[in-house]
């Protein structure tokens, strides 16, 4: 089974700053099968970023993806009082299991 | 859009069966999942069943397998999650979400990922 472990756990900014938020896996991953979610408190967790980096329909073009293998970003590159959040990484590959990491929760400094 | 429903309070060792309820899509081509999320925990994949042309295959997380079964009923637009020999450990808010996918020209596949998502459905199991 493949575990995604995020870091850091809390990542404490202020608006306008850049956030990078790390998803490390514990063997490597199709790229192709690497996403990110966003989710505020109270809601359902939403698409932002598939394949590892492209972006989901209408997610702003501050939020890109990148990494290949056991290694990959998620980058928000100028913090907006919205996405204050927990982000989540998320795998499946040729098993039919589909795996989340922990959780980054981004918060206002 | 995906609307659960069923959710309540059930005690240990008992069941309890999850609807969601799918429109403005033709739901009958896609497979749809459960995930869970434990108050102030993260999300937990629970399970999926794929399309009629894919057999109606069935897959688990080892937490909930032996003990929940997911169907659909196509001519509904509507999945189900049966859950069965309910755990204080199952309590969660309990999400169907659609499984999406896009075609990678580059690597000459479809790529897939949870692009709709319910609103959840909260389960408590308690005595």
């Known amino acids: 089974e493949i575990v995604l472990t995020q870091s850091p756990g809390t990542l404490s900014l202020s608006p306008g700053e850049r956030a990078t938020l790390s998803c490390r896996a514990t063997?490597?991953?199709?790229?192709?099968?690497l996403a990110w979610y966003q989710q505020k408190p109270g809601q359902a967790p939403r698409l932002l970023i598939y394949?590892?980096?492209s972006r989901a329909t209408g997610i702003p073009d501050r939020f890109s993806g990148s990494g290949s293998g056991t290694d990959f970003t998620l980058t928000i590159s100028g913090l907006e009082p919205e996405d204050f959040a927990v982000y989540y990484c998320q795998q499946h590959g040729s098993s039919p299991e589909w795996t989340f990491g922990q959780g980054t929760k981004v918060e206002i400094k | 859009q995906l609307v659960e429903s069923g959710g309540g309070l059930v005690q240990p060792g008992g069941s309890l069966k999850l609807s969601c309820a799918a429109s403005g899509f033709t739901f009958s081509g896609y497979s749809m999942h459960w995930v869970r999320q434990a108050s102030g925990k993260g999300l937990e994949w629970v399970g999926r069943?794929?399309?009629?042309?894919?057999?109606?295959?069935?897959a688990y997380a080892a937490s909930v397998k032996g003990r929940f079964t997911i169907s659909r009923d196509d001519s509904k637009n509507t999945a189900y999650l049966q859950m069965n020999s309910l755990e204080t450990e199952d309590t969660a808010i309990y999400y169907c979400t659609r499984r999406g996918s896009s075609w990678s020209p580059g690597d000459a596949h479809y790529v897939y990922f949870m692009d709709v998502w319910g609103k959840g459905t909260t389960v408590t199991v308690s005595s």
């Open positions: 069943i794929r399309s009629r042309t894919n057999s109606y295959a069935t």
């Open positions: 063997q490597s991953v199709s790229s192709s099968y």
């Open positions: 394949a590892a980096s």
